[in-house]
């Protein structure tokens, strides 16, 4: 296996473009060798909470997202969503009866549940990147 793989797709801001991002990375993994399982559910999760994070707290100011799935010397798995707004996502409060605001939440507790972190990086073009780093977990040797 090559010391890195990469696949990136970016996607127009738009809700149905989630489910795009979450199918994508989903295939990419399978490709890659990762078992369908809780890990992938996991990834799935994550992708989708950042992707709906960039479709909705943008605010109009980036009309595409890009998601990048990395496999960093067969140890490391990374997921960015990039989107051109430049502000930094927050935990935003969320009343018992609201559909939203655990995103961020949700993200972080996955992504230490599995043994990650998550960094935010600044984009040349004044946007940012979050990125979801997280031990690679491959098929077992038969």
């Known amino acids: ?10 996607l127009p801001s ?3 473009s989630v489910t795009a991002a979450r199918r ?3 295939t ?21 909470e950042l ?8 605010r109009g100011q980036s009309p595409t997202f890009t998601v990048e799935v990395r496999l960093e010397e067969a140890e490391r798995l990374r997921v960015g969503v990039t989107d051109s707004h430049p502000r930094r996502p927050k935990r935003l409060p969320a009343a018992v009866q609201q559909d939203n605001g655990r995103g961020l939440v949700i993200i972080r507790t996955l992504t230490a549940e599995s043994g990650g972190d998550l960094t935010i ?3 040349p073009d004044g946007g940012k990147t979050v990125w979801v780093t997280l031990p690679w977990l491959p098929v077992p040797a038969p």
């Open 14 to 16: 738009a809700p149905a």
């Open 51 to 58: 992707a709906t994070n960039a479709v909705q707290h943008t």
């Open 1 to 10: 296996m090559a010391d890195l793989q990469e696949s990136t797709i970016t």
């Open 24 to 26: 994508y990375v989903t």
């Open 121 to 123: 990086t600044p984009t």
């Open 28 to 48: 990419v993994l399978a490709e890659w060798g990762m078992p369908q399982g809780d890990a992938v559910d996991a990834i799935r999760l994550i992708v989708s």
